[in-house]
């Protein structure tokens, strides 16, 4: 099985890239990018796994595919790996709600993969990766618990929010390695 991320950004942001760098560490060597435009970015994803120019679509039998669309109809489950050799994410920085840019940007292009959701929470790229191999490994949707929202605390008075699920394990939320770094830096230069 091999994880496709469908990229959709123009450029290569920090945080995309932390969130690339997880998943690909996820997948370890299973991990795909395709329809990566950008000089800068091909040549940085080729140190995380396989990246192509094109379109998913342009490089695979998507019959062999699941699309991970948030607006699909049924969820996720280890018996859609069954028949399939891919499973394709989009490489899409979430907003606060689901917009559809999934389904407009990767599932339109498909017309013989099938198509699942992970949930009614807004996930992250990586976290969706993880949810996803979790399933592939044999656990139901149900069985791993996700959060609706990480806050990290700055200090006593102030917190950043962020509004997307993450899995949660061992009551603590598995959050994009160097993402709180990150977000910190960018807090203490001022650019929130």
């Known amino acids: 099985m091999k994880l496709i991320i469908e990229n959709c950004e123009r450029k290569l942001w920090e945080w995309l890239y932390l969130e690339y760098k997880h998943a690909a560490e996820i997948w370890k060597d299973n991990i795909v990018f ?3 435009k950008d000089n800068d970015m091909f040549i940085r994803l080729r140190n995380l796994g396989k990246v192509y120019r094109e379109s998913f679509i342009e490089i695979i039998d998507d019959s062999k595919a699941i699309v991970l669309d948030p607006l699909a109809e049924k969820k996720l489950c280890r018996d859609d790996f069954i028949g399939r050799d891919y499973i394709i994410i989009g490489g899409i920085l979430g907003d606060r709600v689901i917009t559809g840019k999934t389904r407009e940007y990767i599932t339109k292009k498909t017309k013989k993969a099938i198509v699942r959701n992970l949930g009614k929470v807004q996930l992250t790229i990586d976290t969706a990766a993880l949810v996803a191999k979790l399933i592939y490994m044999g656990l139901n949707l149900d069985e791993i618990q996700i959060s609706n929202e990480v806050e990290i605390k700055i200090n006593e008075i102030e917190s950043i929010v962020l509004p997307y699920g993450y899995v949660v394990f061992q009551g ?9 770094n990150y977000l910190l830096k960018k807090y203490e230069r001022n650019e929130f």
Do not use: E
């Open 34 to 36: 395709t329809n990566v």
């Open 172 to 180: 603590k939320p598995i959050i994009t390695p160097g993402l709180i």
